[in-house]
């Protein structure tokens, strides 16, 4: 048998832990020599069982409030604290692609892919940048992926435009 040591109800069901009205941790009786249990001995403030309203505000003061998220301190590593770097994810996406765009975006066209994704990834990481500095950092990193992506697509164009000229070009010279 278990009770509870704050209201004094005693349970049975030898699985509970904690009493089901105040949430108080459950004691667990042990049987006299002779094979009953004692009642459980409680000790109340005689104004907080006679008054209910008194006794309601003063649970209500005395419990504890709920566990609530709260930010770790930063973290000490050989005496020095760590500090934790602004978020610059997505401006670091934004120039791997760009990157990516004007090196391997060569090879099977993969660079049409990149290209456009490393603008709108740098362009989004821009903006959250520009809306919240203390949180988000990577500016330049941004900028480049956009301007890596920008050249890929420029220099396909340019591409493009010189084969249909010399394609033109061609099937004139040949009449």
Known sequence: MKSCPRCGKTYTDDTLNFCLNDGELL??????????????????DQARVTDPVHNWQHSQQSAQPPAQWQQQAPQQFGGFPMAVAPNQTLAVVSLCLGIGSVTVGWCCSLGLLLAPAALVTGYIA??????DPSRYTGNGLALGGMITGSIYLGALVLLILVYGIAIIGGGLAGR
């Not at 821009?126 to 809306?131: A, C, F």
């Open 27 to 44: 004691t667990v009786q042990q049987p006299s020599p002779g094979g009953y249990m004692d009642p459980p001995t409680m000790v109340m």
């Open 126 to 131: 821009r903006g959250q940048i520009k809306k």
